[in-house]
């Protein structure tokens, strides 16, 4: 009986043959010949980090800052829904029915993070009112709910 040598096996095989032979590397030279990629996930929380540092670094009350951060990912998640809407209204493949569906589950999560950013931007304009801020920090914190 003879047993193929081009199957998983005799891959196997090759494999431990190539890992004995080859020729150790520094450390230096395996991390030249790594590279690290982020999925679109990592990127977006790297990216949310950074972006309110600026709240972060405000002298703002806790409960302002937390409610600025707030507002500014219902920002974020409203021009992500605007721009889906716009990619299915211009996507050729779709038909009518599939189309008006997508369409409008889309416009109803975009009204209710509309209406979720309406009720934050209240919450903030009581918030700044009841913690007594001076002008100068009601200012910051407008300035940062608009950025």
């Known amino acids: 009986m003879r047993i193929p040598s081009s199957g998983p096996l005799n891959n196997l095989v090759q494999g431990v043959q190539r890992q004995f032979t080859a020729v150790e590397r520094s450390p230096e030279e395996v991390r030249e010949g790594l590279r690290v990629s982020l999925s679109e996930l990592g990127k977006s929380m790297s990216a949310k980090s950074d972006k309110n540092e600026d709240i972060d670094n405000s ?12 507002i500014r990912e219902l920002r974020a998640q409203i021009v992500e829904k605007q721009a889906q809407i716009e990619a299915i209204m211009s996507d050729q493949s779709l038909d009518a029915e599939t ?11 975009l009204a209710s993070l509309n209406s979720a950013l309406t009720a934050a931007n209240a919450n903030l304009i009581k918030l700044m009112r009841e913690n007594g801020l001076s002008n100068e920090q009601m200012q910051t914190a ?6």
């Open 59 to 70: 002298d703002l009350p806790k409960a302002i800052k937390d409610l600025l951060k707030m």
């Open 99 to 109: 189309k008006r569906q997508q369409l409008e589950g889309l416009q109803t999560e």
């Open 142 to 147: 407008a300035t940062l709910a608009m950025g």
